[in-house]
């Protein structure tokens, strides 16, 4: 998988794409955290919990990696999205880190509400690790 190059000034049109990104990413994230915590966890009682907190340290490994290295997850790249930073360079994996950080605040109360209200109200369509980050979501170059 390489980077893909980023279409200049087409990050305020990827709302709807961003929704469907994430929900590719978080089912196959959840396929991922729930076989693993149903091997780890041989209690049925304790398996909830495992699985919460496996999926939480899955999730941020995953995007922070995925984006850090090639600037989109699977969701974004089937989507035709890439995150870089504000002046157009590539979202490196500093800056993959503090956007994911804040994933889990974006995603209160439920279910990516809070992101989503940011996204619509910031000037560049931004959620808050996008501010953090100084980084946008903008369309992959064909």
Same mark, same amino acid.
């Given at each position: 998988?390489?980077?893909?190059?980023?279409?200049?000034?087409?990050?305020?049109?990827?709302?709807?794409?961003?929704?469907?990104?994430?929900?590719?990413?978080?089912?196959?994230?959840?396929?991922?955290?729930?076989?693993?915590?149903?091997?780890?966890?041989?209690?049925?009682?304790?398996?909830?919990?495992?699985?919460?907190?496996?999926?939480?340290?899955?999730?941020?490994?995953?995007?922070?990696?995925?984006?850090?290295?090639?600037?989109?997850?699977?969701?974004?790249? &089937? $989507? @035709?999205?890439? *995150?870089?930073?504000? #002046?157009?360079? /590539?979202?490196? %994996?500093? =800056?993959?880190?503090?956007?994911?950080?804040?994933?889990?605040?974006?995603?209160?109360?439920?279910?990516? &509400? $809070? @992101?989503?209200? *940011?996204?619509?109200? #910031?000037?560049? /369509?931004?959620? %808050?690790? =996008?501010?953090?980050?100084?980084?946008?979501?903008?369309?992959?170059?064909?």
């Amino acid at each position: 998988m390489e980077r893909p190059a980023h279409q200049s000034g087409t990050h305020t049109e990827t709302f709807w794409r961003r929704v469907g990104a994430v929900i590719i990413d978080a089912i196959l994230v959840g396929i991922v955290a729930g076989s693993l915590a149903g091997v780890v966890s041989g209690n049925p009682l304790r398996s909830a919990s495992i699985s919460s907190a496996v999926a939480a340290l899955l999730t941020f490994a995953y995007f922070t990696y995925m984006e850090g290295t090639y600037g989109q997850t699977l969701g974004k790249k &089937l $989507l @035709g999205l890439v *995150v870089v930073t504000e #002046s157009g360079g /590539d979202c490196e %994996l500093d =800056d993959a880190v503090v956007r994911n950080l804040l994933r889990f605040v974006d995603a209160l109360p439920f279910a990516y &509400l $809070l @992101g989503a209200i *940011v996204i619509f109200i #910031s000037d560049e /369509d931004q959620r %808050l690790g =996008d501010l953090a980050a100084d980084t946008v979501v903008a369309r992959a170059a064909d």
